[in-house]
């Protein structure tokens, strides 16, 4: 079972919302924002194409006062453009079009855009871009079924200009739970999507939730234990939030008052901010790991240490490779990395023990909610793996906060 925790901490004199996952009393997602700043990630926004770079195959469009981004180049069929925008002719500068904030900066590179506009909720995903039904993989065959039948009326109507992706979540729903959903989710694309293409240039058209909220609609329910906070405001915006979109979960959220024991100490949460923070992250066997990011990659190297087994060298490996590989991806989802990560796992001869490490590991990378997965070993006995980009690494949000700290 997990707990969602939101709570407040002072980071270097500088007050930041911490976002937790705890599952087992673990904590196992981690997210941090300075108290008041306003992410862009996910708004809609009228934007304006500057420049075409065809080199590179993208449009760098400014989207308001001193921001711009980066647009890989689509056909004209994908992009909505404003209302003077006529033909099918490629995209050019001066063009009009919605665009969506896809990913953060990071490291100094422009925000991602995307003319593909999605709005979530927590049993569906409506969508500009495709516009199939579709379900997730982690859906059964049975669940699957019996949401397709409440879908059908969308499915036999011609004029719909947009996707639908039923989520993992939806298992739980009640059809009138799902279908309260996709009327809410099908306003706020009319008032975007369609009633945006008349605003003028720069136009705020959807302003995402704050990333607590987010964080409540997009857990797993499933196993969702309790949502817990300790800040008055945030926890009557959460209340509101369920009340109106999610009621079947409202009674899992609780205020904290404890005043001996905080919220944040009771979860070791400035624990799990240090860890973060660390390169090396020991394991009980006595083992391990190095975490290293770097421009273009994350490299992870599994060490024996201090493992002091018994047996045969090939199942000492063995044992400490297995445990390594769920602390692998612990890690991964605790610091949100994201893109190409090399795992160097100690050598082991027998390639079936091979084969079960990267099995396991497969199998907990299951669970995180980002799509992550292991690609194959190289013969230098390197585990390639890939995780979708979406949001700035921990370590990241830690140094904007601790720059912010420092600048007032």
Request: net charge positive; hydrophobic share 40%; charged share 30%.
């Given at each position: 079972?997990?707990?969602?925790?939101?709570?407040e901490?002072?980071?270097?004199?500088?007050?930041?919302?911490?976002?937790?996952?705890a599952?087992n009393?673990?904590?196992?997602?981690?997210?941090?924002?300075?108290?008041?700043k306003?992410?862009?990630?996910?708004?809609?926004?009228v934007?304006?194409?500057?420049?075409?770079?065809?080199?590179?195959?993208?449009?760098?469009?400014?989207f308001?006062?001193?921001?711009?981004?980066?647009?890989?180049?689509?056909?004209?069929?994908?992009?909505?453009f404003?209302?003077?925008?006529?033909?099918?002719?490629?995209?050019?500068?001066?063009?009009?079009?919605?665009?969506?904030?896809?990913r953060?900066?990071?490291?100094?590179?422009?925000?991602?855009?995307?003319?593909?506009?999605?709005?979530?909720?927590k049993?569906?995903?409506?969508?500009?871009?495709?516009?199939k039904?579709?379900?997730?993989?982690?859906?059964?065959?049975?669940?699957?079924?019996?949401?397709?039948?409440?879908?059908?009326?969308?499915r036999?109507?011609?004029?719909?200009?947009?996707?639908?992706?039923?989520?993992?979540?939806?298992?739980?729903?009640?059809?009138?739970?799902?279908?309260?959903?996709?009327?809410?989710?099908?306003?706020?694309?009319?008032?975007?999507?369609?009633?945006?293409q008349?605003?003028?240039?720069?136009?705020?058209?959807?302003?995402?939730?704050?990333?607590?909220?987010?964080?409540?609609?997009?857990?797993?329910?499933?196993?969702?234990?309790?949502?817990?906070?300790?800040?008055?405001g945030?926890?009557e915006?959460?209340?509101?939030?369920?009340?109106?979109f999610?009621?079947?979960e409202?009674d899992?959220?609780?205020?904290?008052?404890?005043?001996?024991?905080?919220?944040?100490?009771?979860?070791?949460?400035?624990h799990?901010?240090?860890?973060?923070?660390?390169?090396?992250?020991?394991?009980?066997?006595?083992?391990?790991?190095?975490?290293?990011?770097?421009?273009?990659?994350?490299?992870?190297?599994?060490?024996?240490?201090?493992?002091t087994?018994?047996?045969?060298?090939?199942?000492?490996?063995?044992?400490?490779?297995?445990?390594?590989?769920?602390?692998?991806?612990?890690q991964?989802?605790?610091?949100?990395?994201?893109?190409?990560?090399?795992?160097?796992?100690?050598?082991?001869?027998?390639?079936?023990?091979?084969?079960?490490?990267?099995?396991?590991?497969?199998?907990?990378?299951?669970?995180?909610?980002?799509?992550?997965?292991?690609?194959?070993?190289?013969?230098?006995?390197?585990?390639?793996?890939?995780?979708?980009?979406?949001?700035?690494?921990?370590?990241?949000?830690?140094?904007?906060?601790?720059?912010?700290?420092?600048?007032?």
């Amino acid at each position: 079972m997990s707990k969602l925790i939101i709570t407040e901490l002072k980071l270097w004199g500088c007050s930041s919302i911490v976002c937790a996952v705890a599952e087992n009393q673990k904590i196992m997602e981690l997210r941090l924002e300075a108290a008041g700043k306003k992410s862009i990630l996910n708004n809609i926004y009228v934007g304006q194409i500057e420049k075409i770079a065809q080199n590179i195959q993208a449009a760098f469009v400014r989207f308001g006062d001193g921001l711009t981004g980066y647009l890989p180049l689509v056909p004209p069929e994908q992009v909505i453009f404003t209302a003077g925008r006529k033909g099918n002719a490629p995209l050019r500068a001066g063009d009009e079009l919605l665009v969506q904030v896809s990913r953060d900066a990071m490291k100094g590179k422009l925000p991602a855009l995307t003319t593909n506009l999605n709005f979530p909720g927590k049993y569906l995903v409506l969508t500009t871009g495709n516009r199939k039904i579709g379900f997730s993989g982690k859906l059964t065959k049975e669940e699957s079924s019996l949401l397709n039948k409440w879908l059908e009326p969308e499915r036999e109507r011609g004029d719909r200009g947009y996707g639908l992706i039923a989520r993992t979540n939806a298992a739980e729903a009640s059809k009138e739970e799902f279908l309260h959903e996709l009327s809410c989710l099908k306003k706020i694309y009319e008032k975007a999507a369609i009633n945006g293409q008349n605003r003028i240039c720069f136009s705020l058209l959807y302003e995402a939730e704050p990333f607590y909220v987010a964080a409540v609609r997009d857990i797993y329910s499933r196993n969702l234990e309790e949502i817990i906070t300790d800040i008055p405001g945030i926890y009557e915006k959460l209340k509101e939030y369920l009340k109106d979109f999610i009621p079947e979960e409202a009674d899992k959220l609780s205020f904290y008052e404890d005043k001996l024991l905080p919220l944040h100490k009771l979860y070791r949460l400035e624990h799990t901010l240090d860890e973060v923070q660390q390169e090396k992250i020991w394991l009980k066997s006595g083992g391990f790991l190095v975490i290293q990011q770097t421009e273009a990659f994350v490299s992870i190297d599994v060490n024996s240490g201090k493992y002091t087994g018994k047996k045969k060298a090939e199942e000492t490996y063995r044992k400490i490779n297995l445990e390594a590989s769920e602390e692998i991806a612990r890690q991964i989802r605790l610091r949100n990395l994201s893109g190409i990560i090399l795992i160097d796992f100690i050598n082991m001869q027998n390639p079936d023990h091979q084969d079960e490490l990267f099995h396991v590991l497969q199998k907990y990378l299951r669970k995180d909610p980002v799509k992550a997965r292991a690609v194959d070993i190289t013969p230098l006995h390197i585990l390639e793996m890939t995780r979708k980009k979406v949001r700035k690494p921990v370590r990241e949000e830690i140094l904007e906060i601790r720059k912010q700290s420092e600048e007032k």
